[in-house]
Structure formats: structure tokens, C-alpha cells
């Protein structure tokens, strides 16, 4: 007897469907810096800040090394210290937290909301009023975008006004997205992006940015992305970071701007065919009426106790699926000491026994969504 054959395997994203379309013009892009040799703040680095000012329309572009020194840049610019109390949502990836810590300061947890997965603002307050209980003096919130979806801005602003606060946007899951018909990059008082390969706007290692309207900010941000430096390299202001992009990967994001738009709208193609044929199965994402997604992971919620067989059944059918994220900040051994809003984090906890997240990127055919539709109604039963 023969075993069946194996059908194709479909991932969560598929990079190398995008080079079929897009890999000519990277190569070309990747031979031209490779000709000008101008590897550390090449051309290519000065055309895609103005690229992404223009596209976004944020005044002020930096881009840097990665999403995580995109936070890291922000706060040190912001001057946090210890003492100083920063808001995060428990339910997203520990990058959000993590410079927090590494300068000292103390990153505070607060919940999310069930539908969105972004942060809950009725929980942001609980969250202020048990930072200040313990002296600390609440400065900032980071509030994140996930999955793709800006997070309700207009509480977030509102609070961030009455309680004095920065309000910094983690926007590693969301650059292209909307809110209020704003890009986002232009909401709160600065935003952080990442250019991981697998976000939706990637390069071939890793990259990040900061958008901001605020130009003492970002000529702050400049300086400490090249070791604080003043009016030359061996001229030193602050104690900054090597947090520069590289030339090369700025020449891969400009060939992928190209197509950007035209993906995010096949991005929400499929989230709406997924959401029609999901529906009733399993507990489909919702979208904020005043926000657009840019669909970074498409993620449902499944019965806690049957999750990790609908994992197994879909990879014997070869589909992938991730879980993001399966343990919330606050339960993690590296941050489980950092305070947390008083009245608990439940939701956190709820989601991340529940979410999983399904294949999705723009080149996912109908055939191909279809299969992974298939397969989950009768993982589900
Ligand atoms: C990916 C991600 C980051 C970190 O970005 P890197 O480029 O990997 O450093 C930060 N926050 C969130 C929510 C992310 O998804």
C-alpha cells in the first residue's frame, strides 16, 4: 500500500509567492547597492524615509535597525527612568515590554478588549491608579495595534490628555492600516514599526521605523540611533545605540512599497471571505467601524479545549497555524514581577487559551483559502 499523497503544503506566509512577482526588481534593487557599496545609511535609506513620510504622511521618518529598537529609540528619546510607569497591553509580543525594562522603567500590564484584542481603556485606568499607588509616575501608554488593527485611538487619546501621558503607538502589525481615516504613523505622538520579514510590509531581515509630527523628537531619535551623536560621528550628545537600517534592506522595502497598497487590499479580500464562510464555526475577528486592517495574522478563536486538536488535524491537511501568543506578558517568567492593573487581566488570559491564527498573506488563491476553510469546519465538527 502506497500512503496518499501529501497535498501542498500551505504556510502562514508565503514570502516566496511574493518574490515570483516582486524578485526581479529585488535583485536589480540589492545589485544596484552592491555596485554604489554604500552599505551603512546609503541612498536607499534617505529615498525610503521620504517614501514613508509620503506614503503614510508622518513629517519625521527614522528608520532603524528593528520594530524592538523602533520602541527602544522612542522611549530613550522620551527620557524614561526608573520610576517611571509605561502602560502596555499584557496580550502581544514581548517586545512591546521588553525596552521598558531594559531602561529601568517599569512596564505596567492592563487588559484587552475581546473583540479587538487591543487595549481595554476602562482596564488603562485601573492600570494608572495602581501605578500611582505604588509611587510610580505614570508616563506613557504603548498602546498595540494587533494583528493589524489600530486600537481605539479616540479613548486612548482622550485618557492620554486627562492623565498627561505619551501616547506611543506599537505599530509592528499595522503600518498601512487606518484609523479615522488617518495612516496610521500619524496618530498619537509617535509610532514604532517593524520590517520583519513576515509583517506586512517586510524586508529580508530585520528593519523598523519611527513616524512622528514632533521634529525635536525625531532629530533625537537620529542622534541616538547613531550613538547619540552631535554634529559628527566622534561627536558624542547621549549614550545612544547602533540602530541603523541597512542599505540593503532599504532598497528591498522600496521594491515592496511598490506593491503594498495592492496587497493590503487583497489582504482584506480575504479576510471577508474568510469571515463569511468562518462565521458561526468559530469566532471570527471583528474590525472597528472607524478603523481598515491591514490583516497581519487573521485570528479566530476556537474552543480552549479543543484548540490543539484543530492544530493537529489542520497540519495533517498540511495547513499551518500559529498561536500569538499563547502565554499573555504578565504569566511570563521575565515579566511576571511588573505590576499589573488591580482588578486582574482576564481577557488576556481567556485569549490565549482561545486565539489561533490561520494562513494569510496576499497571495493565498481562492483554492487555496477554500482548503483552509474546509479543513477548519470539519476540524471544528
Ligand atoms: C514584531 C513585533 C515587534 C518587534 O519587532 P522586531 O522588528 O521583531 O523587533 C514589536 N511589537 C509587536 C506587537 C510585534 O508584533
Known amino acids: 500500500m502506497t500512503a496518499a499523497p501529501q497535498p501542498t503544503a500551505i504556510p502562514l506566509v508565503d514570502l516566496a509567492a511574493q518574490q515570483r512577482r516582486i524578485?526581479?526588481?529585488?535583485?536589480?534593487?540589492?545589485?544596484?547597492?552592491?555596485a554604489h557599496g554604500v552599505y551603512i545609511m546609503g541612498p536607499e535609506v534617505h529615498e525610503l524615509e521620504r517614501q514613508l513620510s509620503a506614503y503614510s504622511g508622518a513629517p519625521h521618518v527614522i528608520s532603524c535597525a528593528s520594530g524592538t529598537d523602533a520602541i527602544a529609540l522612542l522611549l530613550m528619546a522620551k527620557g524614561l527612568r526608573a520610576g517611571?510607569?509605561?502602560?502596555?497591553?499584557?496580550?502581544?509580543?514581548?517586545?512591546?515590554?521588553?525596552?521598558?525594562?531594559l531602561l529601568g522603567a517599569t512596564p505596567v500590564f492592563v487588559d484587552v478588549l475581546p473583540d479587538t484584542f487591543n487595549i481595554d481603556p476602562r482596564s488603562l485606568e485601573v492600570g494608572i491608579a495602581t501605578a500611582r499607588a505604588l509611587a510610580l509616575k505614570p508616563k506613557a501608554i504603548i498602546s498595540v495595534d494587533l494583528f493589524g488593527q489600530p486600537a481605539d485611538y479616540e479613548a486612548l487619546t482622550k485618557l492620554a490628555q486627562q492623565y498627561r501621558l505619551d501616547l506611543l503607538c506599537d505599530a509592528a502589525q499595522s503600518?498601512?492600516?487606518?484609523?479615522?481615516?488617518?495612516?496610521?504613523?500619524?496618530?498619537?505622538?509617535?509610532?514604532?514599526?517593524?520590517?520583519?520579514?513576515?509583517?506586512?510590509?517586510?524586508?529580508?531581515?530585520?528593519?523598523?521605523?519611527?513616524?512622528?509630527?514632533?521634529?525635536?523628537?525625531?532629530?533625537?531619535?537620529?542622534?541616538?540611533?547613531?550613538?547619540?551623536q552631535g554634529a559628527d560621528k566622534y561627536d558624542n550628545e547621549h549614550v545612544g545605540m547602533n540602530g541603523r537600517l541597512d542599505t540593503l534592506q532599504a532598497a528591498v522595502l522600496l521594491q515592496k512599497l511598490t506593491v503594498f497598497e495592492e496587497e493590503i487590499?487583497?489582504?482584506?479580500?480575504?479576510?471577508s471571505r474568510y469571515g463569511k464562510a468562518l462565521r458561526g464555526c468559530v469566532l471570527?475577528?471583528?474590525?472597528?467601524?472607524?478603523?481598515?486592517?491591514?490583516?497581519?495574522?487573521?485570528?479566530?478563536r476556537v474552543d480552549p479545549a479543543r484548540r490543539a486538536s484543530i492544530v493537529r488535524l489542520l497540519r495533517d491537511k498540511n495547513i499551518a497555524t500559529a498561536v500569538y501568543y499563547p502565554k499573555p506578558l504578565h504569566r511570563q517568567i521575565a515579566?511576571?514581577?511588573?505590576?499589573?492593573?488591580?482588578?486582574?487581566?482576564?481577557?488576556?488570559?481567556?485569549?490565549?487559551?482561545?486565539?489561533?491564527?490561520?494562513p494569510m498573506h496576499p497571495y493565498l488563491d481562492e483554492t487555496t483559502q477554500d482548503r483552509v476553510i474546509a479543513a477548519v469546519i470539519e476540524a471544528v465538527g
Not at 265 to 271: G, P
Request: charged share 15%.
Open 23 to 34: 524578485g526581479a526588481g529585488i535583485g536589480a534593487a540589492i545589485k544596484r547597492v552592491l
Open 84 to 101: 517611571d510607569a509605561v502602560f502596555v497591553p499584557s496580550f502581544t509580543f514581548s517586545a512591546t515590554a521588553e525596552p521598558i525594562a
Open 175 to 228: 503600518f498601512g492600516a487606518t484609523w479615522s481615516g488617518r495612516k496610521v504613523g500619524t496618530i498619537g505622538s509617535a509610532t514604532a514599526t517593524s520590517f520583519f520579514p513576515s509583517k506586512p510590509l517586510g524586508c529580508y531581515g530585520d528593519g523598523g521605523a519611527i513616524f512622528t509630527a514632533d521634529a525635536d523628537l525625531a532629530s533625537r531619535v537620529r542622534s541616538l540611533r547613531v550613538h547619540g
Open 265 to 271: 487590499v487583497a489582504r482584506d479580500r480575504i479576510a
Open 284 to 300: 471570527t475577528p471583528t474590525v472597528s467601524a472607524e478603523v481598515t486592517s491591514v490583516w497581519a495574522q487573521y485570528t479566530v
Open 335 to 358: 515579566y511576571r514581577a511588573f505590576p499589573t492593573a488591580s482588578d486582574g487581566l482576564p481577557v488576556s488570559d481567556v485569549l490565549s487559551n482561545e486565539v489561533l491564527s490561520l
